[in-house]
């Protein structure tokens, strides 16, 4: 029997970086139990919470929900009274936040704003109790785009380009209000391009290893100088721990990798790993199959963080090297197939016809 000394609540882990956060917490944290509220939209995948291991299995919780439901949040935070949230879930692809954005606000903006109230009104039930933290996760792009030089800090002006760093920058703003106007004891980050294990196939690194292996077109945006500052997703996961258990309450923190690469640059390493992987060369060499196509409206040019605050303050920096950890990240993709099988639904190649057949 584990000893369990704090409940938290995930939103939206069975996601990309919610799957990797619950797993990296379940194995870091032996006294935590997490509860984890997904709504499984075409992101989230339940799949990869099974064989948990056993001692992992009686900490961990799946409530199949949505966010923007008051009474579900009530019935939830009556039940667990939580010492803390780890506020993840949303709508995240910018390419869909352009053809189809009103469910960008619905759960970033809509659905924020439902989780503050229900986090305020256990918490202020509860006594204010001071040890509680409400972490909202948050990006990089609210901060707009960078031209050649410079880095966002936590002081530069919100400035989004898309409906969904706009959406972002929304809840942002509301979290910030609830501490301000309530007191409520909030926590803001900023983080730049993730990459890793279980990231749906339609963000560019999973996208491209995929095109690849099966050697299709590799659609690079405009010309492909596109600069993203990459962080290993544990990278993240270790960070936002650190800030959870370390921050100064009402403040924001932002995190990067100081791995800025240009996309091109990272589809032309991704085609050498690949294809060192398996065994091609000569003609077959997937540098053939890059393809510039139509660009994204609104293409941020430049995204680089500056993440000294979080390293002077909380001691934090990251662990993984951009070119190793790229190689783990392609070792996983290759190595999970039925992975892939399962998350390649009739949804996702609707996506991939709509997004990239008339590019
Ligand atoms: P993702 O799209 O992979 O996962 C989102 C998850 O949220 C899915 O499991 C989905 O089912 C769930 N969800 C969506 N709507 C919901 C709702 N209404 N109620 C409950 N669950 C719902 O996203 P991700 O890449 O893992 O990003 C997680 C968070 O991190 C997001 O808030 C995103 O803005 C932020 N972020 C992502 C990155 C990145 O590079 N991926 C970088 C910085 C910040
Ligand atoms: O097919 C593609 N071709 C291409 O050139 C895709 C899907 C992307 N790109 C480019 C656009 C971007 O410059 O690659 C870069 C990365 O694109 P995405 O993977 O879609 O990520 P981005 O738009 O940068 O946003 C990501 O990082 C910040 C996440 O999706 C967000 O959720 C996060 O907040």
Redesign the pocket.
């Known amino acids: 029997m584990t000893t369990i000394d704090r409940t938290v609540l995930v939103t939206g882990g069975a996601g990309f970086i919610g799957t990797n956060f619950i797993r990296h917490v379940l194995e870091t944290r032996p006294d935590w139990h997490v509860v984890n509220l997904d709504w499984l939209t075409y992101a989230g995948n339940n799949k990869n919470f099974k064989s948990l291991p056993a001692d992992w299995g009686e900490r961990y919780t799946f409530v199949h929900g949505n966010i923007c439901d008051s009474q579900l949040l009530e019935t939830l935070f009556t039940r667990y009274r939580f010492d803390g949230i780890f506020h993840f879930a ?1 709508e ?4 869909r936040s352009i053809t189809s954005p009103e469910a960008f606000i619905e759960t970033n903006v809509l659905g924020t704003f439902r989780l503050l109230e229900a986090s305020l009104n256990m918490w202020e039930r509860g006594g204010r109790p001071n040890d509680f933290r409400f972490l909202h996760v ?4 609210v901060y707009g785009s960078l031209g050649e030089e410079g880095y966002f800090s936590e002081e530069t002006a919100y400035d989004p380009s ?1 409906p ?2 706009a959406s ?1 920058a929304g809840s942002d703003h509301l979290a910030k209000a609830y501490h301000r106007t309530f007191g409520l004891p909030v926590l803001v980050t900023n ?4 990459y890793g294990p279980y990231q749906f196939p ?4 999973p ?2 290893i995929l095109n690849i292996v099966e050697q299709k077109p590799l ?4 010309d ?1 100088h ?1 600069v ?1 500052d990459w962080l290993y997703v544990i990278d993240h996961c270790s960070a936002l721990l650190h800030v959870f258990e370390k921050g100064r309450l009402g403040e924001t923190y932002n995190i990067g990798g100081n791995s800025e690469r240009r ?1 091109i640059d ?2 032309r390493l991704l085609c050498d790993i690949v294809d060192k992987r398996l065994e091609r060369c000569g003609d077959d060499v997937s540098q053939n199959l890059i393809t510039f ?1 139509k660009d ?1 409206p609104g ?2 040019r430049r ?1 680089a963080i500056d993440a000294g605050k979080l390293r002077q303050e909380l001691g934090w920096q990251p662990h993984y090297q951009f070119e190793d950890a790229l190689k783990e990240t392609v070792n996983w993709y290759l190595d999970h197939p039925d992975w892939i099988n399962d998350v390649r639904s009739g949804e996702y190649r609707q996506w991939i016809e709509k ?2 057949s008339k590019r």
């Open positions: 949303a995240s692809h910018v390419d948050s990006t990089d792009e898309s969904y760093s972002k983080c730049s391009n993730n339609e963000k560019l690194i996208l491209m659609p690079v945006y405009g492909g596109n993203r996309n990272v589809v196509v994204r293409h941020d995204y997004n990239y």
